[in-house]
């Protein structure tokens, strides 16, 4: 099997839990120039010893992401099946029902892959060619712990090193178009095979039920409602909710949350929200809530992406009530926390 070196430092880093090897951070070697696209590696330390196992992609700046720190763990089912068992019993603890994430990548030591589950449904996204490689045993350790009725796979990489298909597919079973999911005790409905990423956004859940417990008796608008994750939740409690998003096939899957629910408080207008912002004749707001897309997608994006944040809360600061509460989210990896704070602070 491959085997990569790596300095001092950067082994330490690995022994500490730290996931991943960059480019410039291995010895080369003609082995190396000859590594097959995310095949499994062995890392070892500037001694020469063995301190790792993980998958190798010389063509990606994160050449190698560690599947394990013990040397001599091989990857196959058994291993795979354990790391979701593991994240499975571990998470089961806090959720009565199967609709919550199963696998955050490398938190649970399976880097590039990301599970979702949806009741007896499953959606996984694959995000880097080493991920790729191990689907067959991620699908089958699904299969023999969960026993659903189908499970999609999104190829999701936005980087070309990692040559992926772009695609989605079912892989197993069946997927219906609309699947109803439960969440805070909320109705939902997604669409796996035409929705963002894996369907639905579950890491946002506790922020949604936070959001909401302030929005009694309140006028509330969710921008970039999408499926309505923040809007249905807040229209258990406020006078009013406004949903707005510029996709279609979003605001039905909210008009149909809204209706399984029994709302009647909810308004959905279809805009793009830059668009719609640019109106001087918009009611106030006691709560304003934005949870965009991401503005930066590559580093090399940064400035522009923090002047599109800044830009957008300006705007929705124009619909906040004196007094009233503006929330805003980011799913974009290079707005640290830090920076994006000073950017909506500004």
């Given at each position: 099997?491959?085997?990569?070196?790596?300095?001092?430092?950067?082994?330490?880093?690995?022994?500490?839990?730290?996931?991943?090897?960059?480019?410039?951070d291995i010895g080369r070697n003609s082995e190396i120039e000859l590594s097959q696209l995310g095949e499994p590696c062995f890392i070892k330390n500037h001694s020469g010893k063995r301190i790792a196992?993980?998958?190798?992609?010389?063509?990606?700046?994160?050449?190698?992401?560690?599947?394990?720190?013990?040397?001599?763990?091989?990857?196959?089912?058994?291993?795979?099946?354990?790391?979701?068992?593991?994240?499975?019993?571990?998470?089961?603890?806090?959720?009565?029902?199967?609709?919550?994430?199963?696998?955050?990548?490398?938190?649970?030591?399976?880097?590039?892959?990301?599970?979702?589950?949806?009741?007896?449904?499953?959606?996984?996204?694959?995000?880097?060619?080493?991920?790729?490689?191990?689907?067959?045993?991620?699908?089958?350790?699904?299969?023999?712990?969960?026993?659903?009725?189908?499970?999609?796979?999104?190829?999701?990489?936005?980087?070309?090193?990692?040559?992926?298909?772009?695609?989605?597919?079912?892989?197993?079973?069946?997927?219906?178009?609309?699947?109803?999911?439960?969440?805070?005790?909320?109705?939902?409905?997604?669409?796996?095979?035409?929705?963002?990423?894996?369907?639905?956004?579950?890491?946002?859940?506790?922020?949604?039920?936070?959001?909401?417990?302030?929005?009694?008796?309140?006028?509330?608008?969710?921008?970039?409602?999408?499926?309505?994750?923040?809007g249905m939740l807040a229209a258990k409690h406020a006078k009013k909710v406004t949903l707005v998003d510029r996709s279609e096939l979003a605001l039905d899957l909210a008009r149909k949350a809204a209706?399984?629910?029994?709302?009647?408080?909810?308004?959905?207008?279809?805009?793009?929200?830059?668009?719609?912002?640019?109106?001087?004749?918009?009611?106030?707001?006691?709560?304003?809530?934005?949870?965009?897309?991401?503005?930066?997608?590559?580093?090399?994006?940064?400035?522009a992406g923090m002047a599109g944040y800044q830009k957008l809360t300006k705007n929705c600061l124009k619909l906040c009530r004196q007094g009233g509460i503006f929330a805003i989210s980011s799913c974009?990896?290079?707005?640290?926390?830090?920076?994006?704070?000073?950017?909506?602070?500004?």
């Open positions: 099997m491959l085997e990569i070196s790596v300095n001092k430092k950067v082994s330490e880093a690995i022994l500490k839990g730290y996931p991943w090897v960059f480019k410039d196992i993980g998958y190798f992609n010389k063509f990606s700046r994160i050449s190698a992401r560690v599947l394990s720190t013990n040397p001599n763990d091989k990857i196959d089912q058994n291993f795979i099946k354990g790391k979701i068992e593991r994240a499975y019993n571990w998470r089961k603890k806090h959720f009565e029902e199967n609709f919550f994430r199963l696998i955050y990548a490398e938190s649970d030591g399976l880097g590039g892959v990301i599970i979702d589950l949806y009741g007896d449904y499953i959606s996984i996204q694959i995000n880097t060619r080493g991920a790729y490689n191990l689907l067959e045993y991620i699908k089958d350790s699904l299969i023999e712990l969960l026993n659903p009725k189908g499970i999609l796979v999104n190829y999701n990489s936005t980087s070309s090193a990692e040559k992926l298909p772009q695609k989605k597919e079912v892989v197993y079973g069946n997927i219906p178009e609309i699947i109803e999911i439960h969440e805070n005790g909320i109705k939902y409905f997604c669409n796996l095979m035409e929705g963002q990423k894996t369907g639905y956004f579950f890491d946002q859940r506790a922020n949604r039920k936070y959001l909401a417990g302030l929005a009694k008796g309140k006028n509330f608008i969710d921008l970039y409602t999408h499926s309505g994750g923040f209706k399984a629910n029994g709302f009647n408080n909810c308004e959905f207008i279809k805009a793009d929200i830059f668009d719609y912002l640019k109106s001087d004749e918009l009611p106030k707001f006691d709560i304003v809530n934005t949870d965009p897309p991401a503005f930066i997608k590559d580093k090399k994006d940064l400035r974009s990896y290079f707005a640290r926390p830090d920076g994006f704070k000073q950017v909506v602070e500004e």
